[in-house]
């Protein structure tokens, strides 16, 4: 694996982190993917028949990890499920706040890595990856939002202590991806990148580290995922994090970014899900992917992507558009 991402950005084969638009290609609501691993699976294997993306995404629902803990979460018909209120609020409920049991039946862990061992029994022609949260954006539902970035000042012995037990749960589900036999992970850590660069090299990185240095070898890698807006200046701790690529939103320009992270390692990105594969047209994103490629082609890391998850409703034609542009764009 570790060779087929360095050799990635010559295929010039785009990698889009595809996978709830299935729905659409299926039948199927976005609850019945999130709680039923063969339909989720059969997601999984329609979206990689249907698109020439360099691998195949299994479903980025970073709601799993929180519930799992006891979090409580909103789910509709159609909609990706998202987690809301506080399960922790003070450091002494942290020795009591067991740790998950991946594959238990209390929580969708196990569906999850079903379905993607599924999934991946189906694909053959390229890798397949699931979705992870990284371990501050964890945190950030366990104590919600706005008081897990403001304890990382307020109370940071809290933020830390819950931050060890995030992460021994995330290796453990991470351990639990790759016996399932795919190929790698997408680490999902935004939250992050909306802290100071000072406290993410305190409250994330070394956490993130320790996950990808626990599961990543030459044939199971980890891509590091950011949307936050203050990723441009974390990309010394992101360098070092030991992530074989690295993926990054539309909040920022993808061409500072290959000019600040390694040249030697993939950096993806980074067309707006939401402008584009939600909002815009085949024209705005036929037009979008050429100005991307046109930007980022002299970097030789660069590979072709989404700015992030692109989102359940997402137009059909919209997602066609942006990889005929692509083909076009490479055949030239």
């Known amino acids: 694996m570790k060779n087929w991402i360095n050799k990635l950005p010559q295929s010039r084969k785009p990698f889009p982190l595809l996978s709830f638009p299935s729905s659409q290609l299926i039948g199927e609501s976005v609850y019945r993917i999130t709680h039923d ?74 569906l999850y890595i079903k379905a993607a061992k599924l999934g991946a029994e189906q694909i053959k022609d390229r890798p397949v990856f699931a979705g992870i949260i990284g371990p501050f954006s964890l945190v950030g539902r366990l104590m919600e939002v706005q008081e897990a970035l403001m304890n990382c000042i307020a109370d940071e012995d809290f ?118 594969f939600l909002s815009g047209t085949p024209e705005s994103m036929t037009e979008a992917v050429n100005m991307l490629i046109n930007k980022c082609s002299s970097y030789k890391n660069f590979v072709l992507s989404s700015g992030c998850d692109i989102p359940p409703s997402s137009s059909l034609a919209n997602i066609r558009a942006f990889f005929k542009a692509a083909e076009d764009a490479a055949g030239k």
Do not use: W
């Open 37 to 110: 691993a063969e339909i989720q699976a059969e997601g999984i294997v329609r979206i990689a028949r249907e698109f020439n993306s360099a691998a195949a995404v299994c479903m980025m629902d970073l709601s799993v990890e929180a519930e799992a803990f006891g979090c409580k979460i909103v789910v509709k018909e159609n909609e990706i499920p998202t987690v809301v209120g506080a399960l922790i609020s003070d450091i002494d409920e942290i020795p009591s706040l067991p740790i998950p049991v991946v594959g238990d039946a209390s929580n969708r862990t196990g």
């Open 159 to 276: 933020v830390s202590a819950a931050l060890e037990k995030a992460t021994e749960f995330l290796i453990r589900y991470a351990k639990g991806y790759k016996d399932a036999g795919i190929n790698g992970l997408v680490m999902a850590e935004p939250l992050a990148g909306i802290l100071s660069p000072a406290l993410e090299e305190v409250f994330s990185a070394p956490y993130v580290k320790q996950i990808i240095d626990s599961v990543q070898d030459e044939n199971f890698i980890v891509i590091y995922h950011n949307c936050g807006p203050n990723i441009t200046r974390m990309t010394k701790s992101f360098a070092d994090n030991g992530a074989a690529a690295y993926h990054f939103g539309d909040a920022v320009d993808l061409v500072q970014m290959l000019e600040l992270m390694p040249a030697d390692k993939p950096v993806m990105g980074n067309i707006s899900p939401s402008e584009q």
